[in-house]
């Protein structure tokens, strides 16, 4: 059976499980253990902390796992990032007390950075040629300046919100994270095929949400117009209302251009648009 590690809670959590559900793999939350079979889907989910996530992986007692970057790449175990998800993003940055005179990262050398993340942080410092002492804290790296015990910290930003409250500012932003799906790359052909069905459908489920299903009643005469605005994926559909000279066309828009199209086609003469929720989109 098809084993996949998840966080048991925390901030991965929740939008693990959800995007399990949303490519249709049931999970039964009522009866969570520490290991659970899907009741629809030939997969298992192991229970777990973040950190030992990668770990899990790399030795074979889960064959895959959804966790942050971040973990992957701090851990520095051997797995395979086979999906970005999406969600759960930050950065890890370096931060500085608010009145620090920095002028670069240079500004670093001699210096005591405090940090839960002393991997990524060391291959930084190498790749700048900068010589600083690594505090390892595993909690609340965001006091460390305050209490004496370094001069800046490198920590996981999202908003900033918490650097500001502690008297910081971000002065370099070195490492982009987002949940990933990861494999040892040790699966059996019929494991293989499962996580190709999981991959077919996050795929799928990633196109739907950024796309917008668009409905609108357009004169006859913009038809060609409205087309040149809507490519969709073959071409957009296009119905006769029982008005003359007015049909009722239908496409599928990027939501990033979505207001754009819609101020297009309102000028070519496009009543009454609609904009929906995809469910789905099978390519
Ligand atoms: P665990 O108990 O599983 O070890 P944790 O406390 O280490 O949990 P969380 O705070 O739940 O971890 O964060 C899990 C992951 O969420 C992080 O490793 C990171 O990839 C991602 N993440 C996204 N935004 C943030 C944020 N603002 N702060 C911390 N992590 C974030
Ligand atoms: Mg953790």
Redo the contacts with the bound molecule.
């Keep these: 059976m098809l084993r996949l590690a998840i966080?048991?809670?925390?901030?991965?959590?929740e939008e693990s499980t959800a995007l399990l559900r949303e490519i249709g793999i049931d999970i039964d939350e009522s009866r969570r253990k520490f290991l659970a079979q899907a009741p629809n889907f030939p997969l298992e989910l192991l229970y777990?902390?973040?950190?030992?996530i990668p770990q899990v992986v790399a030795s074979g007692t889960a064959a895959l796992g959804i966790?942050?970057?971040?973990?992957v790449a701090e851990r520095g175990f051997d797995v395979q990032v086979v999906a970005k998800l999406g969600f759960?993003?930050?950065r890890i940055s370096l931060a500085v007390p608010k009145g620090a005179d920095y002028d670069g990262p240079q500004w670093f050398a001699g210096k005591r950075i405090a940090t839960s993340y002393p991997r990524i942080l060391r291959g930084w410092l190498q790749e700048q040629g900068i010589e600083a002492r690594i505090e390892v804290i595993t909690g609340s790296v965001e006091i460390a300046p305050a209490a004496d015990i370094a001069d800046a910290i490198f920590d996981?930003?999202?908003?900033g919100g918490?650097l500001v409250s502690n008297g910081l500012r971000e002065v370099e932003k070195v490492f982009f994270?987002?949940?990933v799906l990861i494999s040892n790359g040790q699966l059996g052909p019929e494991d293989q095929a499962v996580l190709d069905e999981m991959l077919f459908r996050i795929g799928s489920a990633q196109i739907s949400r950024r796309k917008k299903y668009i409905l609108m009643n357009l004169p006859q005469a913009s038809v060609e117009e409205a087309c040149r605005i809507l490519p969709a994926m073959r071409s957009p559909t296009v119905m006769p209302l029982a008005a003359e000279g007015w049909c009722s066309m239908h496409s599928v828009v990027d939501e990033a251009d979505l207001w754009d199209k819609i101020r297009q086609l309102k000028a070519i003469g496009a009543e009454g648009i609609l904009v929906l929720n995809i469910d789905k989109i099978i390519p």
Excluded: H
């Design positions: 966080q048991s809670k925390g901030r991965l959590n777990m902390r973040d950190d030992d966790v942050g970057l971040n973990e759960g993003g930050c996981i930003v999202s908003s918490t994270s987002e949940a």
